[in-house]
């Protein structure tokens, strides 16, 4: 034992107890290409395994933001991985791209190896949904930087497309329509919102409010982020998708734009798909404009692909076949800007 270290608050023996406590979820996310394993150095993974001629290799990384903070006030963290793989591997799906692997930072003001465990329990679940391998990360006890029971974690993730099948938006055209698929709450974003509105109001997160089902607040607002990749990367095997929007801070009005054309914007039909009732819940008690509520969140559509008409029902029916719901939102137009039709 480092007896030095430990007086310095380091625990070198927690740390050899979560590598030992966490090799059963990382072994859980093996795939094609993974080389090595966990305790190396670096992470490795054989591209040359898959049957790829002109690979593109597409990168992400992201953070969980301040969603944490109810993580810590509701003592429930095995699900906040889930978060963290979602937003990178959401990302790189937008270009096309099969995320590959995956690597975790988790930063600990105390290293407490059980509830490490259930972070690292929930990033492997996030890659099993991805199909892709938790290669390595690292776990960082950092007394004096966070506070009791407080923690970060961020992640990184790279996958690859085909060069012919890039998805880049240059396809996309005024007419195309837009495929938007449901979200399954808040997600990642606008959480620093999402915790004011809850102060602001007095709301306690240990009790259910019936306009939100049977769960504490608390639970409602920590539900997992969706990933979608296995389902997108269905519909773009079997329709000619033009763009791929994942729909993260900024809501409508920031992330749809993304793909297109200079010269073009985007029209939605509000109504064509179910604004969940957490939506309308923070705007009541935040008194947030409905408007801007399309500004900041993502209103019940996570991810929003642009195709051709033809091709949508196509698109709803195979994302149906995974539990999605999907449906026809709006649609490009050759008029810059985003133009919400609100009810």
């Known amino acids: 034992m480092a007896v030095d270290y430990e007086k310095a608050g380091v625990s070198l023996e927690a740390g050899y107890d979560v590598v030992r406590r966490i090799k059963k979820h990382v072994a859980s996310t093996s795939r094609t290409g993974v080389m090595g394993n966990i305790g190396s150095f670096g992470g490795m993974f054989d591209l040359s395994a898959l049957n790829i001629k002109e690979p593109v290799l597409v990168s992400g990384t992201d953070g969980v933001g301040t969603k944490l903070k109810l993580a810590f006030a509701m003592d429930k963290h095995d699900t906040i991985g889930i978060d963290a793989v979602a937003m990178c591997v959401n990302d790189v799906l937008a270009q096309g791209a099969e995320p590959l692997f995956f690597l975790d930072y988790v930063a600990v003001g105390k290293n407490i190896p059980a509830k490490v465990e259930a972070i690292v329990s929930g990033v492997a679940e996030g890659c099993r949904q991805a199909g892709c391998a938790l290669i390595g990360g690292e776990t960082a006890e950092m007394p004096g930087m966070y506070g009791d029971g407080e923690y970060d974690i961020a992640g ?188």
């Open 156 to 343: 990184y993730t790279t996958g690859v497309v085909e060069k012919s099948k890039l998805i880049d938006g240059t396809k996309v055209k005024a007419g195309d329509v837009l495929v938007g698929i449901a979200s399954t709450g808040v997600h990642s974003n606008g959480f620093s919102l999402v915790r004011k509105v809850f102060a602001d109001a007095a709301l306690d997160l240990h009790k259910v409010y019936p306009e939100l089902g049977d769960k504490p607040l608390g639970e409602v607002a920590l539900t997992p982020t969706r990933i979608y990749v296995k389902q997108v990367l269905d519909v773009i095997r079997h329709c000619d998708v033009h763009g791929v929007a994942h729909i993260t801070g900024g809501g409508f009005d920031e992330n749809i734009p993304r793909i297109l054309q200079e010269g073009q914007g985007i029209h939605v039909d509000e109504g064509t798909w179910e604004i969940l009732p957490i939506f309308r819940f923070l705007e009541k008690h935040g008194n947030i404009s409905h408007r801007e509520m399309f500004n900041i969140f993502n209103m019940g559509v996570g991810m929003v692909l642009a195709m051709d008409r033809s091709e949508a029902q196509k698109a709803i029916d195979i994302l149906a076949g995974y539990g999605d719901k999907a449906s026809v939102i709006g649609c490009v137009t050759d008029v810059p800007g985003v133009d919400i039709k609100l009810l």
